[in-house]
């Protein structure tokens, strides 16, 4: 807000139009960013409280623009969601986090596992199986190691695709995971017909926990629904003890969230975990 003349006080919000300028604007620099080496991985790391390690970590994408501090993945994904630019982009996420697993190979435990997520457009690719199949035969590691995971809203595009896409992928041995589970349209016919290993319990739901009864009574239903079903459920988003511990009651072990780690660049997580799991 700026102060003028007799006290009147005109705020400046962005106007339409340069809202969509500066989007149109991103979208052609995102372009671009992969080409010019603005892009990266960060990791975060998923922590179980029944092995006390890390068992894995989900593969998150950051972009460095050279003039404007941070631009969120909350804001670029959707604009590169919007074009194929996410074919590009995601294919940067998957072959950066296979190589990443690669090289911590020899130094964690066997099973430790790279998760990451996948968008409509991706699901719609014809050569994402391809691709995927070529980025892991030039690797070490077990299929099992790499999770991809998807969100109720990317399903509906085109269910029937997805479920053959994902299957297909589930039978070479890579695990499905469902992220942001409960803010979608939850239809629980999907757990049915979806291939899938793990639910992620969203952050909004563990934000609220403990003392908002409906997220807590939601909680425990997603978690006794997933042990019922035999699926993995991870709580995400977990900032408290207080949280960590109410999960732990309900039988929830995984977790993934500040209190254990913020995301970080590989070589921060390897001086900071990996000495200290190292089987
Ligand atoms: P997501 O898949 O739900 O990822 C989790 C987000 O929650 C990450 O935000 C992570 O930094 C944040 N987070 C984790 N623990 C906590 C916590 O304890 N407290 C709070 N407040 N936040 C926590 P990030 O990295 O900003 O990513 C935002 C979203 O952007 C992701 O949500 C995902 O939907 C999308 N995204 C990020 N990287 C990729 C990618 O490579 N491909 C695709 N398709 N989407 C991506
Ligand atoms: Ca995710
Ligand atoms: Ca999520
Ligand atoms: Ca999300």
Redesign the pocket.
Known sequence: AKLLGRNKIVTFHPSMEQRINRKERLKSELKQALKNNQLSVVY?PQYSMKTNRFEGA????RWSHPVEDSI???EF?PLAEETDT?IAL?EY?IREACKQLDRWRTMIQSQFYIT????ARQIAYEQLIPFIDGVLSDTAFDYSQLEL?VTESLLMVDMERAVKVLKRLKDKGIRISL??FGTGYSSLSYLKKLPLDKLKID?SFVNDIPGDHDSETIARTIISMASELGLEVVA????TKEQVDFFCRQGCFLF????FSE?CDSAELNRRFFSVIKK
Do not use: F, H, R, W
Not at 58 to 61: G, H
Not at 116 to 119: A, E, G, I, K, T
């Open positions: 975060q989900e593969a998150l994408l969120t993945p909350m994904i996410i995601g996420v990451v997520n996948l968008s995971e992220d942001d952050k995400e988003g977990v900032e993934q969230g500040y209190y995301p």
